[in-house]
């Protein structure tokens, strides 16, 4: 009976050695998202979000014309404002911006964090992702 060697070479990581569980988490985060070439696997298949820079949110940052970004996706809550429990002002003061700290300072209910899909336009750009990126903030919990 053979014994495999737990430490192997990792391509990815130069000259270091990775273990075959590194490798295996490194592998899935390179492959394909389920779904992608064409199945209909429902729930497995990952939604496809446009790209809108934090440039272009910054031009929306009025009463008439409000968007947020939280925890890297991008929400335009131009019709909430009106709704808001917390009264409209709270929200234009984050208007154009990332406004994550805010809305978690605030103390959200899980039903808060669902309503949000409601309202999701786009997400960022990998390069000015903070919360949903390698190497950079990470969060365990983050609202799909």
Known sequence: MSTVDPQLHSPIEGNQTATILQLAMTALRLSKAPGADGNNNVGLQQRVRKQITLSEVAYHDSYDDCWIVLYDRVYDITSFLKMHPGG??????????????????????????????????????IGECIYRCTGKLTMTHLPD
């Open 88 to 125: 409209h002002d709270v929200l234009v003061e984050n208007a154009g911006r990332d406004a994550t700290i805010a809305f978690l300072n605030a103390g959200h209910s899980a039903m808060a964090l669902k309503s949000l899909k409601l309202y999701e336009i786009g997400e960022l750009p």
